[in-house]
């Protein structure tokens, strides 16, 4: 079968709040309607686009929550839009296309004047996938309804106005530390560019086989983050005056009490990003870090 007239189907994930990008949007329905490919898009950003941006929104289906199957996941918003759909596309490892409307982001890093292009890639089989590693949460207590995967990290915290919490660390079963801290951030090599990194954590290339632990605002100075291998098992058990702390996955916060201890380890699946052929992990670093750039002028 000739590949502009393979058929295709992609779910569409998007962000509410950037109407002004409403003309990226209509872009790539238009190329995908004029590709017959099969679309299905989120019911929440559906209405927005058609009830609040009146935009004339043809797609094969609209779907509710996880209820979706597809060859592609296209993810139109920030890396915050990216991580959502990852999401709910859990372990069903349909690769995910990030386009991105907002700031320059790791995840979604397709310009919309690039989309069209990376459609096109995508039906000739010209681009990459990237297997990112995921971590998963279990609880010994209460349970969470929270998707219990991340992309980026796991991190426990305290609530608003709650003094430093203790968090009682294994790793493998064996003691590391009691950290005395605001919390405690888990990521994996794709989040090490976000929250641990704004807490003093290292950059970790993708696909390192790693974790990182870092701490949020330690009460000892000589507290450092610690890299160990991402098939290992950390558990933390809290305490705190207020007897709950919060619970962070990939930003979802849920607030659990200090009686429940919780496990993390790596998922059981990958989370498959598609990249531009030839796109190098180094480059993309330079720029989003600016490394090297002159900041004194």
């Given at each position: ?18 109407a ?67 999401s ?50 279990t ?21 608003d ?61 000589n ?53 531009r ?21």
């Amino acid at each position: 079968m000739n590949e502009q007239h393979k058929k295709l189907s992609f779910a569409i994930f998007g962000n509410e709040y950037q109407a002004h990008k409403s003309s990226a949007i209509q872009k790539v329905l238009s190329v995908l309607k004029e590709k017959e490919a099969d679309i299905y898009i989120d019911a929440t950003f559906h209405e927005f686009m058609t009830t609040k941006e009146h935009l004339p929104v043809e797609a094969t289906g609209v779907f509710h929550g996880n209820d979706f199957t597809a060859d592609y996941v296209i993810s139109m918003g920030g890396d915050g839009t990216f991580l959502k759909a990852a999401s709910r596309v859990g372990s069903r490892e349909i690769p995910i296309i990030g386009i991105n409307m907002g700031r320059l982001g790791f995840l979604a890093d397709i310009l919309p004047s690039e989309a069209e292009s990376m459609l096109e890639a995508v039906y000739e089989d010209n681009y990459q996938i990237e297997d990112h590693a995921a971590i998963q949460i279990t609880t010994d207590g209460e349970e969470i309804n929270e998707c219990p995967f991340a992309l980026n990290d796991i991190a426990v915290l305290k609530r608003d106005n709650a003094s430093m919490i203790s968090i009682r660390t294994t790793i493998n079963e064996d003691y590391l530390v009691t950290y005395q801290a605001d919390g405690l951030i888990v990521s994996t090599p794709t989040g090490s560019t976000a929250y641990s990194l704004s807490n003093g954590g290292p950059v970790m290339v993708p696909q390192s086989g790693n974790l990182c632990l870092t701490a949020v605002a330690p009460h000892s100075l000589n507290i450092r983050p610690i890299v160990i291998g991402d098939d290992a098992v950390v558990k933390l058990t809290v305490e705190s005056r207020s007897h709950n702390y919060l619970v962070a996955i990939d930003g979802r916060s849920v607030k659990l009490n200090e009686s429940t201890s919780i496990t993390i380890s790596k998922a059981p699946f990958m989370v498959k990003i598609v990249k531009r052929s030839g796109q190098r992990y180094f480059a993309t670093l330079r720029e989003k870090m600016m490394w090297g750039m002159d900041q004194r002028g």
